[in-house]
């Protein structure tokens, strides 16, 4: 623990320093109105950009990982200056924004039959999936304890996606549901739901309160799931990784405003975020609460009871909604099986398990966390490569439907779980970006940083050793991996290096893990990395933040077909009509008024791939933290 001990005094030791001088001016830049990072609501953008496709399908959404990167921003503010009320703020415009607030009918929810079962297939064109009410699932363990916790049936979690501008007119600000594009205020939105080949450019998004105004004669329902009635609706999504790094940011701010004699100012910011914590253990759960382990066949494979559908990892999703009618209502939840390697976070399950501010309220909470912090570390045990990256994750449902693996799978499996190198998604392979690599290994890092543990420094030392030959600093300026290649499966499995390029996120993510491991190991090579790699993102710092331009080759998708099954119409708010005829561009033509969208059509029409420089908040606030870390550190 000396070295958490030093980190505490440099609160209140640091003085002006290089790193800590662009902590300051990166921080200014993103909160400086006139660069346009916050909407008129205080709300953090994706992007400063309007027109960006990648997970969001445009730049004024935004996401829960770009709410928590808010409060982490803050939290290392707190850490910085001293000052935590913005900390508190930030907390704040999570809680009113993104954590829904219509949730009518969970008094309905029954947690020993939580959802129906329905199978994800291979290609959005085999939709809708058929439910099968005859495939048994297993119970919920956690409903009961959290509303005795809590005393309400309602989740107290982050909805993944925002729609601030509402541009696509759907209304369904807080606590409302369809009150179309004239409503002002940030809108919750769905879009993927088609299985793992539904890039962001295949989508057909979705209000979250789906009331039939929108859409097709049931709405938007009758293109993802097949059923015999369909009743008006609400559901929600969440994105485990973005509500555990907020509590990661809660735990720093804890420990600086403890040490600043603060901790009082944040008492009960902290309060909710155990409260978060506590809720994401639904990502813990398997999808439909079945046993953990050789979980082969809908049919065969059995309901889980207690904690045995309980793998105790971060996975990729949990999701929860309802009937918007109390007449004949009902509510259902669902966890997943599918986790990824690059959502863990052991910082936050130790929090959880050992930080007395943030230890949740239900009874069997902090065995949770202290379980999963134990699971977390064998799976990156689990997931090393040769060389020393991480490959993609492990799944209790394969394909998304408990499918039977392939034969080489199911002799070396994590408590029974198959290995997957592209976990839940495939278009693109959801391990081949390699800032998948530094942001879990950020996390892993600065738990070894706070506890020392050396089953986490051996992991560490060996990505380490992988990492630092492969980044590139040649004339003040830096490359570094960007799209990573998987051979093998576990025991021996390998990575080779397709591509390099320059992700400023992930680079400031790899400085940030270089600077925490080189803290407690003393690592003088890792730490003189971290800084040349700090060093040379900042060169591409300019009026608004850092940038590189980026050519989008990818845009080409503009024109890509939607699948819509055969006679099957319905409009968006806008007027946009959609059928079988629909691409991306055509169910969203207020692109076409877009800015920047002559550069898109010029690319359609045979011209160079368009170029942009893009602001996006998690890279900008990244980028912030690293350096404000930095010199929290190292008191440079």
């Known amino acids: 623990m000396k070295s958490l001990a030093l980190l505490l005094a440099c609160v209140a030791l640091v003085r002006a320093g290089t790193y800590q001088d662009r902590f300051t001016e990166q921080y200014n830049k993103i909160h400086d109105s006139n660069n346009g990072y916050f909407s008129n609501e205080g709300i953090p953008y994706h992007s400063i950009e309007t027109l960006i496709v990648e997970a969001p399908d445009h730049g004024h959404q935004t996401t829960s990982e770009a709410y928590s990167y808010y409060v982490w921003l803050e939290a290392v503010y707190g850490g910085v200056t001293g000052d935590f ?107 993927y739901q088609r299985g793992p080949q539904e890039s962001v450019w295949r989508t057909v998004p979705q209000p979250t309160c789906d009331s039939f105004k929108y859409g097709g004669r049931n709405g938007f329902l009758d293109l993802f799931v097949g059923d015999n009635s369909y009743a008006q609706q609400w559901k929600y999504s969440n994105a485990p990784d973005a509500d555990a790094r907020a509590v990661q940011a809660a735990y720093w701010a804890a420990q600086w405003a403890r040490s600043a004699g603060k901790i009082n100012d944040i008492s009960s910011t902290l309060t909710k975020a155990s409260k978060l914590g506590d809720y994401l253990r639904y990502a813990m759960f398997d999808k439909y609460f079945k046993r953990i382990g050789n979980c082969i066949g809908p049919y065969n494979c059995p309901g889980g009871n207690g904690k045995d559908s309980a793998h105790y990892l971060i996975s990729w999703y949990y999701a929860w909604g309802g009937s918007l009618t109390t007449n004949g209502g009902w509510a259902w939840r669902i966890g997943d099986g599918a986790t990824h390697f690059g959502y863990q976070n052991p910082l936050a399950a130790y929090a959880l398990s050992n930080e007395e501010t943030l230890k949740p309220k239900g009874t069997t909470a902090v065995d949770d966390w202290s379980k999963s912090l134990q699971r977390q570390l064998e799976l990156y045990q689990y997931l090393q490569t040769e060389e020393g990256a991480f490959a993609g994750g492990v799944t209790n449902t394969w394909k998304g439907r408990y499918d039977t ?6 002799d070396d499996t994590f408590y029974g779980m198959f290995y997957d190198w592209e976990p839940v998604y495939h278009d693109p392979p959801s391990n081949r970006w390699y800032g998948m690599q530094p942001w879990s290994v950020d996390r892993l890092a600065q738990y ?189």
């Not at 309905?108 to 099968?132: C, I, V």
């Not at 729609?163 to 919750?188: H, K």
């Open 448 to 636: 070894y940083y706070v506890t020392g543990d050396s089953s986490a420094q051996g992991v560490l030392q060996k990505w380490v050793n992988w990492i630092i030959p492969n980044i590139k600093i040649e004339n003040g300026d830096f490359s570094l991996p960007l799209n990573l290649g998987w051979q093998g499966d576990p025991p021996r499995i390998d990575v080779t290096i397709e591509s390099y390029g320059q992700d400023i996120g992930a680079a400031s993510a790899t400085a940030r893990t270089l600077a925490y491991y080189a803290a407690k190991s003393g690592d003088s090579n890792a730490k003189n990395v971290a800084k040349q790699l700090l060093d040379a993102i900042w060169t591409h710092n300019e009026s608004k933040g850092v940038t590189v331009v980026e050519t989008m080759d990818t845009y080409t998708r503009f024109n890509e077909k939607v699948y819509i099954p055969s006679g099957w119409t319905g409009t968006y708010p806008n007027g946009d009509v959609i059928d079988e005829s629909a691409t991306f561009i055509k169910i969203r033509s207020w692109y076409k008024n877009d800015p920047d969208w002559s550069k898109v059509e010029s690319y359609l029409n045979g011209g160079a791939a368009p170029q942009f420089t893009y602001h996006r908040f998690w890279q900008q606030a990244d980028i912030a933290i690293a350096n404000g870390v930095y010199a929290l550190l190292f008191n440079e």
């Open 85 to 191: 009320s913005k900390f508190n703020n930030a907390w704040q415009s999570l809680e009113d924004h993104i954590i829904p607030k219509l949730q009518p009918t969970n008094n309905y929810y029954n947690p020993s039959s939580p959802a129906t079962y329905s199978a994800e297939l291979d290609d959005p064109s085999q939709y809708p999936s058929p439910m099968e009410p005859g495939v048994p699932t297993g119970q919920d363990p956690l409903f009961q304890e959290l509303n005795q916790a809590y005393g309400t049936e309602d989740v107290y979690g982050m909805h993944w996606l925002l729609d601030i501008d509402n541009v696509y007119g759907f209304g369904n600000t807080q606590g409302q549901c369809e009150l179309g594009p004239n409503e002002s205020g940030a809108s919750l939105i769905n879009n």
């Open 405 to 410: 693996p392939d034969s080489n799978l199911t």
